[in-house]
């Protein structure tokens, strides 16, 4: 009998006699148990399988009203192009093969509409080479034109015989007209020619590059972009999957992935989750067979028989069914959280058989029972109702926060509590009457529980450890990056982490839109006193200052150059001896010279004269030397003849980006930081906001969308807490039972905390769904120890009990399930499963040695 008499402890003894009544009515009609609970499975998988579609819109994870919600619906609608577009990075050593290969592969991509909708390159890079010298300072403009016409006889030279013969012959006059180098232009051009020609027999050729001759600048990295908008449909699991396929074969026709001369990279929003969801497909396979294999196992071990097992896994695979058909009805679709509900299910659902299960093999044991499945359901039924109540509350608790990705798995989850319970005390019993249940008696436990007096002592060391560690609960911290989820391997992150460190944050830069030019110069005066901003670009950017005089300078510089840039090569081509001996004599006169670099560039042209192949050498003398200047000297005709810029002759693809499509102008926004820290993202999203509140971007949305998860899930577990907390108290009456549920949680929860910060596992967006689950497994532990310390008072080991075990197994099947994710090379899924071990590790040691030893101490004070 229980030890209390009280009206709701009566109640308690209601409810399980009325799961006992329940179970007796599904013994007696097993056979047509089984048939409607499998015609009514059947029928929820064929209701659910055409309605149950998937949303993979990352977006639809947040309530519609959230803050910068109608912002981002304003942008999308003023710069379709620039919503989560497919970032190409063309990438080679050689800045002329990128140029190449990006004006192929933009060509290519424009003439295929139906994949690629629109196609624009955000820096207009073309553009900017033929018109840069407008861009400059005037003062620098007047030194780049001076070294142009200090080396117009050599360039005059050359465009006369522009072959490799001609090259060499240029630079060996030069070297033996001993030039003026006090200004390093001459030790410039050998040291530029020495790199070349020793990357000339490398894997990555470095072509010369004449603009760091003239001094403009460092090296080209040779890296050209392209936004591609795609093709989406957020019906299917990977919405910009046919894009992506057509890119990924538009690529390898072109031969521009691999390790050729030139490489393309892709990233951006659709890419990282294409990949991502290939990556952990593979991932996932393989942990999920590992699992598999240890779930069995550790069943096995508990259960003792393979039939019972197979009763638990028909039992769970009903449930998901039901759940399934409960989700297509209540909410319609699954998102990109809440398609995780079966994880929850199986973790929880599990709990409940296998309660039931080693309690009827704890009771047939006995022997006292005529009817040990009714007198089962009589002992545990009043705690598989609570804990299913319970276990709802927490998540129900849910539904109405702003993260609409977990509000909906909460109401899934949710509902799934009562379809576990109601098939565990149908189901599965009707499944053991009709088939048998071959368990075995469970062997008498060796030992005893620690003495009397240690119990308690021991709970106090447990919970004084946990108190200790309240100073680290200041340190939790939720990461909002969600790189850091996603695996470090893949090409698309890489990429991306690439964009965030050299500040072409195309997708987390933020921007404004303004009405006029004042308003956009006001707002960018204002930002440019921010520490956290780098600069701003706005469309007054674009045109340059100061054209009158700049163009009167390069008018008077084409007129003097224009002679020996326009020279018409008066010479026959060169044979290969004749070639050969030129660059030996340039060999010769760079070895008597008294400049390092001289001497550097004798030695890698003797080095590659050696080579028997003479064809060979020419070619790629040819690759490095001649090809990039002929090139260059097309540019340098184009950017000696610049005409004004204005803001409406400004190219389509600098107009795209900055005028919006109803008029308004574009403020972009430039970080100083790297935006891969969750703390300079931060810093510099509230620096931006600070002038004005109106500022959208991606990077508004990761820092404030990760605000509205810890938000959320403190608003849900506070609910859910104090919900839980009433309901015990509301139903036992006995606030010392209460306690003995809610203290080990407690401490559960803070040395779970600490651990997150001692071993490194911040919480994020991939492992923050296993917090329903772990409250959820701690209220049901709690809950079954308590009932069964209430309703049957044992004179030996509560640890004993089949509610023991069954705890135990149950935590060890969970994490059989989902430990093996955190030995997974991917960060979320690691995360995940690392989250998942020290939290059932921290309920599992508060619910086995806080509870009992509180149980013991405050018991006999509650009598």
Known sequence: MPQDASGLQRVEERIGGAAAAWVGAVEARAGVVLVVCGVATVLAVVFALPRLGLNSDENALFAPDVGYAALRRDFAAAFPTLMDPVILLIESEDPGAAADAAATLRERLEADPEHFPAVLDPTARAFFESRGLLYLPTDAVERTVDRLIEAQPLLGEYAADPTLRGFAQVVTRALAADADASDGGLERWLLALAESAESATGPQPRPLETGRLFGQGERDPGRYYLLVQPRVDHGRLRPAEKTLEALAALLDDLGLRGDGPVRVRVTGLYPLSYEEAHLVERQARIAGLASFVLVSLVLLVVLRSRRVVGYLVLTLAAGLAW?????????????????????????????????????????????????????????????????????????????????????????????????????????????????????????????????????PWMALAVGGGALATLPLLAQVRFDTNPLDVRDPSAESVRAFETLLREGNAFPWNLNLLVADAAEARRVADALAAAPAVDHTVWLGDLVPTDQELKLAILEDASFVMGPALEATPAVEPAGSEETRAALVALSGAAANDDEP??????????????????????????????????????RMREALRPVPVRADTLPDDLRRQRVATDGRLRVEVFPRDDLSDAVSLSRFVEAVQAVDATTFGEGVVVHESGQIVVDAFRQALAVAAAGVLLLLLWLWRNPVDTA?????????????????????????????????????????????????????????SLLHTSTARAVVASALTTLASFGTLAFTPHRGMASLGQLLALGIAMILLCNLLVLPGLARWWRPRAD
Request: glycine share 8%; aromatic share 8%; with cysteine.
């Open 323 to 455: 759940t399934a058909a409960f989700a297509a009805a209540a909410v319609g679709h699954l998102n990109l959280v809440s398609v995780a509900f079966g994880v929850l299910f199986i973790g929880l659902s599990v709990d409940f058989g296998i309660h039931f299960v080693l309690r009827f093999n704890e009771v047939r044991s006995l022997g006292d029972a005529d009817d040990p499945l009714a007198e089962t359901a009589r002992s545990v039924g009043a705690s598989l109702v609570i804990c299913a109540v319970t276990t709802s509350l927490a998540f129900f608790s849910f539904v109405p926060t702003a993260f609409t990705g977990v509000a909906e798995l909460g109401l899934i989850a949710g509902a799934s509590m009562f379809v576990s319970l109601f098939l565990n005390l149908t189901l599965l019993p009707a499944l053991m009457v009709r088939f048998g249940a071959p368990l075995r008696t469970p062997a008498t436990p060796r030992g005893g529980e620690p003495p009397a007096g240690r119990v």
């Open 597 to 634: 670099a001289a001497r550097r560039l004798a030695a890698a042209l003797r080095a590659l004269l050696a080579h028997e192949d003479v064809e060979t050498t020419l070619t790629r003398l040819n690759r490095v030397w001649v090809a990039p200047m002929s090139r260059d000297l097309g």
């Open 740 to 796: 003995l549920v809610a203290v080990p949680i407690a401490l559960a929860a803070l040395l779970c905390a600490a651990g997150t910060v001692l071993f490194g596992i911040p919480l994020n967006y991939a492992n923050v769904i296993v917090i329903p689950l772990l409250v959820g497994m701690g209220v049901d532990s709690g809950v079954h120890l308590v009932h069964r310390f209430r309703y049957e008072p044992l004179e030996g």
